[in-house]
Nanobody
Framework: VQLQASGGGLVQAGGSLRLTCAASGRTFSNYAMGWFRQAPGKEREFVATISWGGGTTYYADSVKGRFAISRDDAKNTVYLQLNSLKPEDTAVYYC????????????????WGQGTLVTVSS
């Protein structure tokens, strides 16, 4: 699976963005999908995941209630809606595909996109 993330940019605190991850290659619907992020000087961390079929989602506590993950298997695409953005959300956001559903563990994700930068100004 090849993954291409897009949609990042510069936004003021309180604003919104929608990240998109387009997949190609192997059957997209067979994979659970996740978003991770890496802030400057920090390790990459889990943000959200969605199961194959989209029936189950999990979020990091830091984004719960503000971010929403969704998928459209007909378009081979997963989305991450970012609302009520805070400066601490500034990071490079990565999408990834896993054969293990509902995983928050980076090592279980076998395919990764190149990342898209989100910068939130105060």
């Amino acid at each position: 699976v090849q993954l291409q993330a897009s949609g990042g940019g510069l936004v003021q605190a309180g604003g919104s963005l929608r990240l998109t991850c387009a997949a190609s290659g192997r059957t997209f619907s067979n994979y659970a999908m996740g978003w991770f992020r890496q802030a400057p000087g920090k390790e990459r961390e889990f943000v959200a995941t969605i199961s194959w079929g989209g029936g189950t989602t999990y979020y990091a506590d830091s984004v719960k209630g503000r971010f929403a993950i969704s998928r459209d298997d007909a378009k081979n695409t997963v989305y991450l809606q970012l609302n009520s953005l805070k400066p601490e959300d500034t990071a490079v956001y990565y999408c990834a595909a896993s054969i293990r559903s509902s995983s928050r563990i980076e090592a279980t994700y076998v395919y990764w996109g190149q990342g898209t930068l989100v910068t939130v100004s105060s």
